[in-house]
């Protein structure tokens, strides 16, 4: 059984910087795949940050230039930095782990963390 505990998030103004973590316990760290998400109420979860399998970066369009993912693997975690944030980008953020698809990105998610609340006042 995989844990992934969350950390970080809050409330911030528009322009401000968070920086969410996101620890795997209680797995092997490098069977799974990494990737974070969000979720506004009322609307599909959407992918916002992974690393491609040949370990590059991959954002989504709203995010790309403003967000950065990385990890830490002796210490098993995950992170997002978030810089220049917009009242659009409020939402719950999850962290996942999963398999890779034949495109190699992480899509087939085993895993949730219990999310983490932005909020970006404008």
């Known amino acids: 059984q995989v844990q992934l505990v969350q950390s970080g998030g809050g409330s911030v103004q528009a322009g401000g910087s968070l920086r969410l973590s996101c620890t795997t316990l209680?797995?092997?760290?490098?069977?799974?795949?990494m990737a974070w998400f969000r979720q506004v109420p009322g609307k599909e979860r959407e992918g916002v940050a992974q690393?491609?399998?040949?370990?590059?970066?991959t954002y989504s369009d709203s995010v790309k230039g403003r967000f950065t993912i990385s990890k830490d693997n002796a210490k098993s975690t995950l992170y997002l930095q978030m810089n220049s944030l917009k009242f659009e980008d409020t939402a719950m953020y999850y962290c996942?782990?999963?398999?890779?698809?034949?495109?190699?990105?992480?899509?087939?998610?085993?895993?949730w963390g219990r999310g983490t609340q932005v909020t970006v006042s404008s």
């Open positions: 209680r797995s092997n760290y490098g069977t799974y795949c």
């Open positions: 690393f491609k399998s040949d370990g590059t970066t």
């Open positions: 996942a782990a999963g398999m890779r698809d034949t495109s190699g990105m992480c899509s087939d998610i085993r895993y």
